[in-house]
């Protein structure tokens, strides 16, 4: 009897000591151990992927080429975003028609607009696009930087078990970004100050003018739900023929037919205004290649740009 019942005095001291051990699993992780996050633009799954590295599986809605100006969610989409245990998305209206989506959502799960913590007095007016602020942020890599120290700080909250990792991460990340801005600087200034004029299908590029010293102007507004008109043709036209400037540059994301117009309009006038090459604006290149990347995609378009403008 005695021996009895030392062995069950044994098995209850175990069972207390299973049950008073501490589950240090993230209560948002999956199975496999990560976490589920759901993320809109290229620009931002890249940065929750370099910041989350091995403890995030990361679902990106909007692949290379779409403008999320006009991006419409899918039953798809919407069923992503249920299952995800975290949602980025930029924000300042960049994904107009996915608001309601992302209050519902921001109801039960946390919901991160990735350009909240920036500030406001940084940004740039989007009356254009009848919103207060012009959502593209991240071409000031300066921006961008607060954007990923927002999701670095969602993460942390979220995972705590991880967060030593999440601030690794983000620290070898935010120097590399601190190098792009001053490589982005450099190069800018390589270009004659009086050809630092840069033309583009919509005016996605106001934040990189302001940055890095260049004028921009867009055929179209902040954004692409609207549409140049003849007379924008025309005074963008006869502004090109008058300062000499070389070239204009399409977008991956907007179609080409309203620069095209222009560069015709400007043949007529005796001017060889040429394209100057393809830059990535709302959308990122296709995954797998450089420009898939935040970094390759901003050292593309400076490359690009300088290499037509110089």
């Not at 602020?133 to 995972?159: G, N």
């Amino acid at each position: 009897m005695r021996l009895f019942l030392s062995f069950m005095l044994i098995g209850c001291i175990a069972l207390m000591s299973a049950c008073g051990q501490t589950n240090t699993a993230s209560p948002n992780a999956t199975a496999s151990g990560k976490i589920k996050v759901t993320t809109t633009i290229g620009m931002i799954t890249d940065v929750v992927n370099q910041v989350g590295g091995t403890h995030v599986e990361v679902t990106g809605l909007m692949k290379a080429g779409v403008d999320p100006h006009l991006y419409k969610a899918s039953q798809g989409d919407i069923a992503k975003l249920d299952k995800a245990d975290i949602i980025f998305y930029n924000g300042l209206h960049l994904e107009g028609k996915m608001i309601e989506i992302f209050e519902n959502m921001g109801k039960k799960k946390p919901t991160v607009a990735v350009s909240d913590n920036i500030d406001r007095a940084k940004l740039r007016s989007g009356a254009e696009m009848e919103t207060e602020f012009d959502p593209h942020i991240w071409f000031d890599v300066r921006l961008w930087m607060t954007a990923a120290e927002s999701i670095r700080d969602t993460l942390v909250k979220h995972d705590p078990a991880h967060a030593e990792e999440y601030r690794s991460n983000a620290d070898a990340y935010l120097k590399q970004l601190q190098q792009l801005h001053n490589e982005v600087a450099e190069k800018i200034k390589t270009i004659p100050e009086q050809s630092r004029v840069l033309v583009t299908a919509h005016d996605a590029f106001g934040y990189f003018g302001d940055a890095y010293g260049m004028k921009v102007m867009g055929l179209q507004g902040i954004s692409t739900a609207s549409e140049a008109g003849t007379k924008d043709v025309i005074d963008l036209r006869d502004y090109l023929v008058a300062n000499k400037i070389k070239a204009v540059f399409i977008e991956s994301s907007v179609p080409r037919k309203a620069i095209d117009a222009v560069i015709q309009g400007a043949k007529e006038k005796g001017q060889d205004l040429k394209i100057g090459g393809e830059l990535f604006s709302d959308a990122m290149g296709e995954a797998g290649t450089p420009e898939g990347t935040y970094i390759g995609m901003v050292r593309h378009n400076v490359d690009t740009i300088v290499g037509a403008l110089k």
